[in-house]
């Protein structure tokens, strides 16, 4: 990573890291475990591209190893959208699972009155302040927005940390496997331990 292009990477990625961390407090409901996920998640990134700018002129091999953790964690959001689609539709599915939102939340996304009145009762009481009361939604990916918002709730926090292990398992298992390749360096490239000069392919 070129010096210049490196910095201004690492500026972006902690400024982004900042304002995800932020939204991380009201998304999908705000609930611990999302927000545990978002959090730590966050650290790993900024701690690994940390050390990646670290070693680029100390250590290019550790260089190398801490930029591969550093996308393959910042990655991990795409694949917790993935698990999230499937898991939402398999909790749909069981047809017991259920998540906690305000009545406010439910008011948004439930505009029919009779609707609100039948489901959610408590929600409409005279004198009810609806920021201050929250209900249990059924989780239906198949119900209407409101359902469906509550069965992609449901599963967000498990979906972030199971992407995080897979990420997490991949990218050292990638990097063990290919060790013995990335032993000598060449200008900017890694070559293995044999590596010559004379045996380098010409372009």
């Known amino acids: 990573m070129c010096c210049p292009l490196g910095y201004g990477v690492l500026f972006c990625l902690i400024v ?16 611990l475990n999302v927000q545990s996920a978002y959090y730590i998640l ?3 990134v900024v701690f690994a591209a940390l050390m990646g700018v670290y070693n680029v002129k100390k250590d290019t091999r550790r260089h190398r190893k801490w930029m591969l953790r550093m996308v393959v964690y910042f990655a ?19 047809g017991t699972y259920y ?4 009545c406010d939340e439910v008011l948004n996304l439930l505009t029919d009155p009779q609707d609100v009145q039948s489901w959610f009762p408590q929600c409409v009481t005279a004198g009810v302040n609806p920021a201050a ?3 249990a939604v059924h989780a239906a990916s198949n119900g209407g927005p409101l359902y469906f918002a509550s069965s992609v709730r ?8 199971i992407a995080t292990l897979i990420h997490v398992v991949a990218v050292e298992f990638y990097i063990h496997k290919t060790e013995s390749a990335n032993q000598v360096r060449d200008g900017f490239v890694l070559e293995p331990l044999d590596y010559s000069e004379d045996s380098a392919t010409p372009y």
Do not use: D
Request: net charge positive.
């Open 16 to 31: 982004g890291n900042i304002c995800g961390s932020i939204v991380a407090r009201r998304s999908f409901g705000g609930e």
């Open 42 to 44: 966050g650290i790993m």
């Open 76 to 94: 991990t959001a795409i694949s917790a959208r993935v698990i999230m689609a499937a898991a939402s539709k398999i909790v749909s599915v069981i």
């Open 99 to 102: 998540s906690i939102w305000r």
């Open 133 to 135: 009361v929250w209900v």
């Open 154 to 161: 449901a599963v967000q926090g498990m979906a972030l940390w």
